[in-house]
T-cell receptor, first 118, second 108 residues
Framework: DTAVSQTPKYLVTQMGNDKSIKCEQN?????MYWYKQDSKKFLKIMFS???????INETVPNRFSPKSPDKAHLNLHINSLELGDSAVYFC?????????????????FGPGTRLTVL | KNEVEQSPQNLTAQEGEFITINCSYS?????LHWLQQHPGGGIVSLFM???GKKKHGRLIATINIQEKHSSLHITASHPRDSAVYIC??????????FGAGTILRVKS
C-alpha cells in the first residue's frame, strides 16, 4: 500500500491556467508538507500543515493555496500558472515533534508531480 | 550562501569503491537527514541523526555537532547505489532545509 500518494504524476498545462495537485497519506500522520524541486534539483519547503492548520508558509506567491480538508489530505491549488512554476512538487508527511521530546521526525515523501507550464 | 552545503556536487566511482559525501551546515538544527533520490524521482529517507553514527547495511552516516558536519559513507559501492544523495537539516517546526545534492554514479 502506498504511504504517501500524489495525483497526477505528470501535469502539462498552459500559462494562465489554474490547476490542483492532490496528496494523501495513510500513515496516520498529523503533519503534511509541500516541497518544490526546481530544474537544478534543489528542494525547498513551501508549506506545512499540522492537523489541518497552516504552520509554515515560506514566502510562496499568493497564487499558491494549500487546502487541507482533513489531516490525511493536503492539496495544492495554483492559480494563473507561470513558466517559472514548472518544477517537481513533492508532498510529504510526518508526525509532529512531541512536547519535551526530540524536535524532529522522519518525513515520508510522495512520488512527486512533474508540472510543466507551456 | 546556502545554509546547507554538500560536497562533492558530482561523484563517479568504480564498483566496489568506498564513497564519502560530505555535508556542512551553518545554522542551529534539531537533526540531520540523508535522503536518496533515484533517477525515477522518488525520495527516500536513509538516515535521521542528531549525534554520533548510524549504520544500515553498507551505508554509514556520522555527525559532528560541534563542527556542524556530517558524512555519508557507502562501502563496497554498487551501480544500484547511483542516485542523488541529499543532506537536509531540521529547523523549527520540523522544517527541512536542503543541500543541493550530490549526484553519484557508480560504474561497473
Amino acid at each position: 500500500d502506498t504511504a504517501v500518494s500524489q495525483t497526477p504524476k505528470y501535469l502539462v498545462t498552459q500559462m494562465g491556467n489554474d490547476k490542483s495537485i492532490k496528496c494523501e497519506q495513510n500513515l496516520g500522520h498529523d503533519t503534511m508538507y509541500w516541497y518544490k524541486q526546481d530544474s537544478k534539483k534543489f528542494l525547498k519547503i513551501m508549506f506545512s500543515y499540522n492537523n489541518k492548520e497552516l504552520i509554515i508558509n515560506e514566502t510562496v506567491p499568493n497564487r499558491f493555496s494549500p487546502k487541507s480538508p482533513d489531516k490525511a489530505h493536503l492539496n495544492l491549488h495554483i492559480n494563473s500558472l507561470e513558466l517559472g512554476d514548472s518544477a517537481v512538487y513533492f508532498c510529504a508527511s510526518s508526525q509532529p515533534p512531541l512536547a519535551g521530546g526530540p524536535q524532529y521526525n522522519e518525513q515520508f515523501f510522495g512520488p512527486g508531480t512533474r508540472l510543466t507550464v507551456l | 550562501k546556502n545554509e546547507v552545503e554538500q560536497s562533492p556536487q558530482n561523484l563517479t566511482a568504480q564498483e566496489g569503491e568506498f564513497i564519502t559525501i560530505n555535508c556542512s551546515y551553518s545554522v542551529g538544527i534539531s537533526a540531520l537527514h540523508w535522503l536518496q533520490q533515484h533517477p525515477g524521482g522518488g525520495i527516500v529517507s536513509l538516515f535521521m541523526l542528531s549525534s554520533g553514527k548510524k549504520k544500515h547495511g553498507r551505508l554509514i552516516a556520522t555527525i559532528n555537532i560541534q563542527e556542524k558536519h556530517s558524512s555519508l559513507h557507502i562501502t563496497a559501492s554498487h551501480p544500484r547505489d547511483s542516485a542523488v544523495y541529499i543532506c537536509a537539516v531540521t529547523r523549527y517546526g520540523n522544517k527541512l532545509v536542503f543541500g543541493a545534492g550530490t549526484i553519484l554514479r557508480v560504474k561497473s
